[in-house]
Structure formats: structure tokens, C-alpha cells
């Protein structure tokens, strides 16, 4: 495998940051939800929440240069979903980015970094009380739908139309 895109095949950058991405993405997603579960007490929680979060924002940053500027995408795998695979594809760079603004947005209205980085740390304050959560809250949905109909989407062309998932690294393929 190149360490650019051909037109059949992912480069290995391209599927290092995928893949990266993706555990950030997750990771965000499971100790977003158990900060909110555990409330005041989460402090902890909270400083891998925002590290995730900020992470899978820069690398995401990091791979629409990467595709704008050096790399050259493969072509679509069918034409008849391309706009909306497109689409999918748009979202997984936008909502990330998005995600981290209202995230910063919420720890600087509510005054919550004081709490969190001060010794011994402070509880937490109520973030539903802040217009970021809102923002913040339809983007983690949408997300998560999102990130249903994307591994649907890509089960579906391994096991039902037999194409090989392109997204994973295969190292004894010729291009
Ligand atoms: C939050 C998690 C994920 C995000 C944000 C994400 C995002 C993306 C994006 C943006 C692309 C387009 C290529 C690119 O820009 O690099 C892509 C391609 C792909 N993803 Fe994911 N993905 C995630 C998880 C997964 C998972 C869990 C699977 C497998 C079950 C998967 C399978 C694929 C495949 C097979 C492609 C290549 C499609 C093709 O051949 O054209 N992804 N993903
Ligand atoms: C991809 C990036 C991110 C994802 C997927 C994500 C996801 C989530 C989720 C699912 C929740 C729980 C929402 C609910 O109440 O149902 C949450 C809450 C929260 N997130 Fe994020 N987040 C991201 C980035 C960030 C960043 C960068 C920050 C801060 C700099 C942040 C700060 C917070 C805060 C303060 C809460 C509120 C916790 C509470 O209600 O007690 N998030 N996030």
C-alpha cells in the first residue's frame, strides 16, 4: 500500500487518520454521554471527554488538507448513492469541527476550566444551563445516526455486493 490514494485503492495515510479519527469519534461519543450521566462529579471524565474531542477536531482538520492539498480520493465504489455518500462524507468533516466549537464554547461560558484545572478540582457546573449544549447535543445525535448508516452502508458493499473495504489496510495488495 502507497502512502498516497491510487484510484482503487486508500493510501495509508489516508487510513491512519480514518481509523483514528474514528476512535476519537467514539471515544468522544462514550465519555460525552457518562460525564452527562455522572453529573457534577465527572471532572476526570470530562478531561478525556475534551482531549478526545479536541483530537478527533485537529485530525480532522488535518485530513481535509490532507485531501484538498496532497492526496487524490478513489473513485466512487456505484454511482446511484454518490451525492449521497458525498454527503455522509461532508457531515464526518463538519460535525467534528463543529462538536469542538460548541464544546470550547460551553467550558468558556460556564466558567468550567476554573473547576476542572484548579487543586483539588471543583465540581462541575450545570452545562444544560448554557445555549452551546443545545448545538452540542443535536450534533452527537446526528452523529450517531450518521455513523449508523455509514457502517450499514459499508457492510452492505463487503458482504452483499462483495467489494473489499477499501478503508483497511491490506498490505499484499498491488495498488
Ligand atoms: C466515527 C467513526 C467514523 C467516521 C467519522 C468515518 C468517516 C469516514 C469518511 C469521512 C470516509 C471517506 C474517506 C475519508 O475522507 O477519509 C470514510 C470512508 C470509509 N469508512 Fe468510515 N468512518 C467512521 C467509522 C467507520 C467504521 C466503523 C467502518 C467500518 C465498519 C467504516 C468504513 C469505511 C469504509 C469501508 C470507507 C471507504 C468507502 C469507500 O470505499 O469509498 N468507517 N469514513
Ligand atoms: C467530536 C467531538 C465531540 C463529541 C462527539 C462530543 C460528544 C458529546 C456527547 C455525546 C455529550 C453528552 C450530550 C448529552 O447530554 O446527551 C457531550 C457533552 C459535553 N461535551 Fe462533548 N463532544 C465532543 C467534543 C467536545 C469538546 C472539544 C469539549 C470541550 C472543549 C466538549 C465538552 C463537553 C461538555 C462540557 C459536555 C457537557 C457534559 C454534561 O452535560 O455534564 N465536548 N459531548
Known sequence: MTLRSTPKQYGMIAVLLHWTIAGFILAALISGFAVDAIGKSAQEILIVHIFAGIMAALLTLLRIIWWLVIDTRPLALSG???????????????????????????????????????????????????RPKNPHILGSRVLLGLL????????????????????????????
Open 80 to 130: 446511484h448513492s454518490k451525492w449521497l455518500v458525498n454527503i455522509i462524507h461532508f457531515l464526518f468533516y463538519v460535525i467534528p469541527l463543529g462538536m469542538a466549537l460548541s464544546g470550547l464554547a460551553m467550558m468558556f461560558f460556564s466558567g468550567a476550566a476554573d473547576q476542572l484545572f484548579s487543586s483539588p478540582s471543583g465540581p462541575l457546573p450545570d452545562f444544560d444551563l448554557f
Open 148 to 175: 449508523a448508516l455509514h457502517v450499514c452502508a459499508a457492510l452492505y458493499h463487503r458482504f452483499a455486493q462483495k467489494t473489499p473495504m477499501r478503508i483497511l489496510y491490506r498490505p499484499k495488495a498491488n495498488n
